[in-house]
């Protein structure tokens, strides 16, 4: 009986340990959470480095990934006049930049809640241009086929 107790406690005991090495490990290798963008996160690469204009990459987008331009233009159709201005805006405010800011800007919004504020306006505001690496492959290795500023391209219906 002494015997049967004392493996019992033996077992609590070590049980006990393990579970507070394995406490002591996650609370000591835990730390604080952080993010960064990576060369394709939150903003594909080849949109950092493409030379093409926001026109030239809808243009793209409409003939080799038609269902991504529809989707995207229904949702555009479907906001308020400023906020479709405001899009166009801060859409031309990015590719006017060089790689170096388009860089940073990814940086910003992966580590920032808050930095895009047109983000709260409307959420997939850039998705055309940011979501998704096939869409972005497939437009820029064909936008430069397309006129710089045709604004046509925000026109659909």
């Known amino acids: ?8 406690t033996a077992r609590i005991g070590l049980a006990a340990a393990a579970l507070a090495g394995a406490i002591t490990t996650g609370i000591a290798t835990s730390g604080i959470a ?9 903003i594909p690469n080849r ?3 493409t030379p093409c204009t926001a026109e030239q990459i809808m243009a793209a987008a409409r003939d080799v990934e038609p269902v991504y ?19 166009q805006d801060r859409i031309h405010w990015f590719f006017s930049m060089d790689y170096a800011g388009r860089r940073q ?34 437009t820029t290795d064909i936008c430069q086929n397309y006129p710089a500023g045709d604004m046509s391209v925000w026109d659909w219906h």
């Open 69 to 87: 331009y529809e989707r995207y233009m229904i949702d555009y159709n479907n906001k308020p006049a400023a906020d479709q201005q405001g899009a």
């Open 105 to 138: 800007y990814s940086e910003d919004t992966a580590t920032n809640a808050f930095y895009e504020q047109m983000s709260w306006r409307w959420p997939n505001w850039a998705k055309l241009f940011f979501n998704n690496k096939g869409v972005a492959a497939h």
């Open 47 to 49: 949109i950092l480095r």
């Open 1 to 8: 009986m002494m015997r049967t107790n004392f493996r019992n």
């Open 34 to 42: 952080s993010a960064d963008a990576t060369d394709d996160y939150p």
